[in-house]
């Protein structure tokens, strides 16, 4: 009997403040439409001052597991993935803990930028069939508003703040039902593409995102693509099988083309980033959230993941709810 990882749980959390594009154009020099027909955005969520990696987390966990009709103590291990930590130890994902009032299991936090959450996911997975966890919190959650350069119109329009959470829990059946395949990559070779100039280790450095749009969009449309490829074959499955495609939240057209790539009609494409923008390692727990509560993803359907992210990092996982 093949133990598997079942999603269990979906939670989100989104800061209250809403920025639209026609805002954004009263500061910079940009507009509404440029921003709506290169990317598809309308308008983004901006952390007030007291939310942080770690509250909007915790915030989305809890959902989660009140929507799994689960207690904290019931976690064996949180991972979080994220680029905007609250600090640069302990870890996003003790702070959680702490939040959540878990006095058992562990947590640590991953670091692979907008592939956060799958790199994430791909992780909680192996815990779970390694027998290390019976169940895994993961959640992605990031502020992205606190890294980005508000003078730079290239990369600001692009982004927005926010947390998602799922849980998932080891099943013995044989229904089919759980992740059924991940698959990672990186190529250091691609660095300078997109990252944030500066950390704790190099405070003397401005610490914001840059950007070389054009190459991160060719790349995404080309990897993404083959990657979703790599993981059906592995599981000898066609692009028919696929009943939905959840992917990271960038851009409207990448989605679209990967969609097209899968022959996929928009209306089995989970959209957020025209309300969202770009929310990192948060767009694809978000998706997954609005999707699954609103009744379009169903049990039993198949499910394919998939990001890029600074690195390059990028990857899929495929996933039967
Ligand atoms: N408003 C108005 N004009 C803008 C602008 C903005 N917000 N941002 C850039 N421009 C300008 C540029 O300065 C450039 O002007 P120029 O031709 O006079 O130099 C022009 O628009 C075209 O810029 P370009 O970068 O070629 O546009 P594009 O069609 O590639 O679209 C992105 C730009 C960023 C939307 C697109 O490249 C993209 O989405 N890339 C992927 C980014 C991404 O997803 N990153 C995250 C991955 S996790």
């Known amino acids: 009997m093949a133990r598997r990882s079942r999603l269990v749980g979906v939670g989100g959390f989104l800061p209250e403040r809403i920025v639209t594009n ?3 154009a009263s500061k910079l020099d ?3 439409e440029w921003i709506r027909t290169r990317t598809g955005i309308t308008c983004r969520h901006i952390a007030a001052p007291h939310d942080t990696a770690t509250s909007m987390g915790a915030a989305a966990a809890a959902r989660a597991l ?11 291990a949180i991972l979080v993935a994220t680029a905007t930590p609250d600090q640069a130890f302990p870890a996003t994902a003790v702070r959680i803990q702490a939040e959540l009032g878990m006095t058992s299991g562990f947590g640590y936090d991953i670091s692979s930028a907008c592939s956060g959450f799958v790199f994430a996911l ?3 997975d192996s815990l779970i069939r390694s027998h290390q966890a019976q169940r895994v919190l993961v959640i ?11 003078s730079d119109r290239g990369t600001c329009v692009l982004f ?8 998932l829990s080891a099943s013995e059946s044989n229904d089919g039902r759980g992740i059924l395949t991940t698959h990672l990559h990186s190529d250091g070779q691609l660095r300078d593409l997109l990252y944030v100039d500066g950390a704790v280790g190099q405070p003397e450095k401005s610490g914001k995102l840059r950007m070389s749009g054009r190459d991160v969009f060719r790349h995404a449309v080309e990897k993404l693509s083959s990657s979703v490829d790599e993981a059906l074959s592995s599981c000898h499955l066609t692009r028919e099988n696929i009943d939905w495609l959840v992917p990271h939240q960038a851009n409207i057209r990448i989605i679209e083309r990967v969609a097209k790539k899968l022959s996929l009609p928009a209306d089995r494409v989970v959209i957020t980033v025209d309300r969202h923008a770009n929310t990192s390692a948060a767009s694809i727990p978000l998706a997954l959230d609005e999707a699954i509560r609103d009744g379009r993803i169903r ?6 993941m998939e990001a890029l992210g600074g690195g390059l990092t990028w990857g899929t996982v495929l996933m039967r709810l």
């Open 66 to 76: 009140s929507y799994a009709g689960l207690k904290a103590s019931d976690i064996d």
């Open 30 to 32: 940009t507009s509404d």
């Open 122 to 124: 791909t992780t909680a």
């Open 160 to 167: 927005g703040d926010g947390a998602g959470a799922v849980i």
């Open 299 to 304: 049990e039993g359907e198949l499910i394919i």
């Open 140 to 150: 992605g959650s990031e502020v992205y508003s606190r890294i980005l350069d508000w």
């Open 22 to 24: 026609v805002e954004l």
